[in-house]
């Protein structure tokens, strides 16, 4: 391949990357350069049909027995009868459980200790006696010697440890059969913990028509430090042009912003190379019906 | 062409790469229902004048108020202490400052602008902000009389409503029902009139003769009731609008709970020959009267679906007082209710996915629903008499009478109460004179312009 051709190629390359490049920088870059000043729309004007005077009149105040009202506390459901458990007539008796027996631990035997002993510990200071000064002069030979002796052990010691813990790196560079399976662990992991902070700050239209056959996906991009990037964008679920549905929706976007900023969350989204999380709000196992 | 075969490589690698990219998607199944926290600051004048109806700034502050009141009786709602508000909200439009309201955990914003106009009339705009989005909900203005003031508020508190449940409002709304006074041998009972709040309290009829079972057109501001006038019973109709009284028929035969079809053009009810009751309908246009059902048993009660094509009624055909469904032309009669007990007064939801009854039995008289086919029965209220449910216009609350148990000479006296579908938020409505029978009006009517 001659030389020409090889810089061509690379030319083309680079030409390529850097056009990619530009590519992706307008794409997060853009949007953000210029931050239009929002004035609110104005408002819709409304005229009255004026009504007979007569209904304007108020009529005249009368004297009036006060009743103590006679409220009572606010749920009223017709409460359902706890469901409660018999036996069948014909029921045959399941054989007993056998118990697993456990083995007895062991009782260290404790050390028997002398009625003197007992005393003595009992009117014992409370403060620790220092042990006495072990150094002698004339044996400082010896502990030099042991000192030396010391030393050697934990230099094997050392040696056995960096043996086992480079046979423990082999056996983490092998690859895992379970490499996979706990891929899966760590992303359900991360989905359960959106689930769990987002289902806290949703407020549903409760007793809103058809409630808990409603669903909304929505899409929610972040940025690193667990911010929303943008605004949370609506992919699917329904017809927005129906009041109650664009009000289940607006309760779910408001729950996802409510509960910003999810820095740990993202943080492993981001650890999994996502920067963008699908939220689908389902309230049918809420028994709303 | 290598470059050619260069570049379909980088694209290939390129989708690859995105596609290796897991789409993540989370289910959440699980939430909480609680009141939205909303703002409501005193609407701003934009110039403080004194108006026939007192300074605007207070007219401002009682248009707030009536709004916050609003929401809050429906129970989706809950008010955020005003004096907890760290943002002044001036008259000038401009968008408020959503860091001064997420701290004290506002969902809702209300903002609102009160001037007077060269004609005197008073302009009132309103904007419903999203504080959490940080957007504009809702911005609608209106022109009314000063004294129309209190009305405009209901309509406000409806727009907010309905954006923020996605259901119509009830608010720009009336109860008619029946005033009664003096002992119990010489009860004086007239037609009365009110806001569904209990204010504008109006007497319509002046009690010389005995008024009963008043009901509202579903789409016209009219009423009819039966009233025995001279000892014969007939069907009236009232127009709110004009203030006109009609005779819809002079029945020889007793005559009970007349009541309107969707459409506004038929009244149904039954009539009694004989001992025997059983379900008529009029019609309003042509005044001709046709039979639907035709039974020994006592048929009485009879509701429209709100599509018309079905009514419910409560007869005791089967040996004891039970809810049957029929089409609207008297076929297809099938009993729905199956429960221990009796049931009376059924009224078909405005939404039609309910019917609500009274049930009677464990002595007592209680407010409950079910589903058109009868499933899904729910009692509602238990206290010893409650009775007469009707729906607001949006399906979502029931008003009704509940009397006191009469012990040691006092009590058996009526008052109307509400209840939310759900079971939840019983509320007494405040009312001058003992009240029964309430009926709900249709929402008021309102002309809009730039729509």
Avoid at chain 1, 6 to 32: E, M, T
Avoid at chain 2, 124 to 129: A, S
Avoid at chain 2, 394 to 423: A, H
């Amino acid at each position: 391949m001659s030389n020409a051709l090889l810089k061509n190629i690379l030319g083309w390359c680079l030409s390529l990357l850097l056009h990619l490049g530009v590519v992706v920088a307008a794409y997060i870059g853009l949007p953000y350069l210029t931050r239009p000043e929002i004035t609110p729309p104005p408002p819709i004007a409304i005229e009255f049909i004026a009504i007979s005077t007569k209904t304007q009149q108020v009529a005249p105040k009368v004297v009036v027995e006060e009743e103590a009202a006679e409220e009572k506390p606010q749920p009223k459901y017709a409460a359902a009868e706890q469901p409660t458990a018999s036996p069948l007539d014909d029921a045959v008796p399941l054989p007993a459980k056998a118990e697993i027996v456990k083995p007895a631990p062991k009782v260290k035997p404790k050390p028997q200790i002398s009625k003197a002993r007992k005393l003595a510990q009992r009117i014992r200071p409370n403060v620790k006696p220092k042990p006495p000064s072990r150094f002698k002069s004339t044996r400082i030979a010896a502990l030099i010697d042991r000192s030396i002796k010391e030393e050697k052990d934990d230099v094997k010691k050392d040696d056995e440890k960096k043996v086992k813990k480079k046979k423990n790196d082999e056996k983490k560079k092998k690859p895992s059969v379970f490499a996979g399976l706990q891929g899966r662990m760590a992303t359900a992991t991360v989905v359960q913990a959106f689930s769990q902070k987002v289902s806290s700050c949703w407020n549903l239209p409760g007793g809103a028509k058809g409630v808990y056959k409603m669903t909304a996906l929505v899409r929610i991009r972040f940025r690193p430090d667990g911010t929303i990037m943008g605004r949370p964008e609506f992919l699917s679920g329904g017809d927005m042009d129906d009041g109650f549905y664009r009000v289940f929706v607006d309760t779910a976007i408001r729950a996802v912003l409510t509960c910003g900023p999810y820095e740990l969350e993202a943080k492993a989204l981001f650890e999994m190379g996502n920067n963008y999380i699908d939220f689908n709000f389902d309230p049918s196992g809420m028994g709303l019906e | 062409m290598t470059f050619y075969r260069f570049s379909v490589a980088a694209i290939v690698v390129l989708l690859f790469s995105c596609m290796a990219q897991a789409q993540l998607r989370v289910d959440v199944t699980q939430g909480t229902i609680e009141p939205v926290p909303i703002a409501v600051p005193e609407f701003a004048p934009v110039v403080d004048v004194e108006t026939s109806a007192g300074p605007l700034s207070d007219i401002g502050a009682s248009i707030s108020q009536v709004i916050v009141s609003n929401l809050v009786s429906t129970g989706l709602f809950r008010a955020v202490d005003e004096n907890a508000f760290i943002e002044k909200i001036t008259a000038a439009p401009t968008r408020p400052n959503f860091a001064s309201w997420r701290p004290l955990a506002v969902q809702g914003l209300v903002t609102g602008r009160i001037e007077i106009k060269p004609d005197g009339n008073l302009r009132v705009e309103f904007r419903l902000w999203d504080v959490v989005q940080e957007i504009q909900m809702e911005g609608v203005g209106y022109n009314t009389p000063i004294s129309n003031w209190r009305r405009i508020a209901h309509v406000i508190s409806d727009r907010i409503y309905s954006r923020l449940t996605g259901e119509d409002g009830y608010f720009d709304t009336r109860i008619v029902y029946i005033a009664e006074q003096g002992a119990a041998t010489a009860r004086q009972k007239r037609l009365a009139i009110m806001d569904q709040d209990g204010a504008n309290q109006q007497l319509l009829t002046d009690g010389s003769y005995l008024v009963l079972t008043p009901r509202f057109s579903p789409n016209r501001q009219e009423i009819t009731f039966l009233s025995y006038f001279n000892d014969q019973p007939r069907v009236y109709l009232f127009n709110i609008l004009t203030n006109r009284f009609e005779v819809l028929g002079d029945f020889p035969s007793m005559t009970f709970a007349p009541r309107f079809s969707p459409d506004g053009n038929k009244v149904i009810m039954s009539l009694a020959e004989e001992g025997n009751s059983d379900v008529y309908v009029l019609d309003l246009r042509t005044r001709k009267v046709t039979r639907l059902t035709n039974d020994p048993g006592i048929d009485t009660s009879p509701s429209y679906s709100p599509d018309g094509s079905k009514i419910v009624f409560n007869s005791d055909r089967g040996g004891s007082q039970q809810l049957y469904v029929m089409d609207a032309d008297g076929s297809n009669v099938h009993r729905i209710s199956f429960g221990n007990g009796r049931y009376a007064t059924p009224v078909w939801s405005p939404r039609g996915d309910l019917i609500a009854f009274t049930k009677i039995g464990e002595r007592k008289f209680r407010i409950g629903v079910m589903r058109p086919d009868g499933r899904g029965e729910r009692l509602l209220t238990d206290a010893y008499q409650d009775e007469g449910p009707t729906w607001s216009p949006n399906g979502r609350v029931l008003m009704y009478f509940r009397t006191t148990r009469f012990q040691n000479g006092t009590g058996g006296k009526p008052s109307l109460w509400s209840v939310d579908l759900t079971g939840f938020n019983e509320r007494k409505v405040p009312t001058p004179f003992d009240a029964s029978d309430p009926a709900w009006s249709p929402p008021l009517p309102v002309t809009t312009k730039g729509q």
